[in-house]
């Protein structure tokens, strides 16, 4: 791990540990609510800087990797609203599966079926601090930062040939990390209710060829309890 990532791990997860350790004697946020709320939502992918057309040239094959199909995951969440201004939150995001097609160019000169490139199974476990600014009439901006354990799969679908294996290196793997994550959104509260946006990016301990750190925009809905 790098001194970088190692200052920013330690500075999220003190961050967001600090906020849960003095959650019972934090002021309440309103009159309305309490400190506590939990709510779900929906993720979507956002995609990796490389998620512009990829080109690869080996043995005359000219490929490009692009991303093919992407599905919509799931968000589960708890937090504590401390103050009026910062929250603590954990939750777990699953994250709906992403395929990748390499496929041989027009101008390639040699043709090959296209190579079908899954990630599958991917989840995250997160810890964050969420700073808010009220704007009025009920909304407001937030930025949050954190850490998280996050895991992935990926598999490549047969048939895996010589040149499958020279184009995409191996057919199979996983990523089991820890990391940060950092982002913001606008959120929307109503009496005891509460929807948010948010964008949230990824920063990763571990790194392997077949896997770049992603990002995601998730749209969610929260309940405070009274």
Known sequence: M???LVTSVVAAAGLAVSGFSFAASAPMPAPHMSHWYAGIGINYYA???EDAVEQTNIENLIMNKELDRSNV??????????TKHFAAEG?????????????????SPR???PIKQEFEHAYSV???GIGRM??????????????????????????????????????????????IDYGGGLQYDYQQFGIRAAYTAYKFNKHSANFTEPSYVNLDVMYHFS
């Open 2 to 4: 790098n001194k970088s």
């Open 47 to 49: 995609g990796f800087v």
């Open 73 to 82: 995951g799931g968000t589960i969440f708890v937090g504590n609203q401390l």
């Open 91 to 107: 939750g777990f995001n699953y994250y709906g599966n992403r395929q990748y097609k390499y496929k041989a160019t027009s101008d």
């Open 111 to 113: 043709q090959i079926d």
């Open 126 to 128: 997160y810890m964050d």
């Open 134 to 179: 009220p704007l009025g009439h009920g909304f407001s901006v937030f930025a949050k930062a954190g850490v998280n354990y996050f895991y992935s799969k990926m598999k490549v679908k047969p048939p895996i040939t010589r040149d499958v294996e020279r184009v995409v290196g191996k057919t199979s793997d996983k990523l089991s990390t820890i990391g």
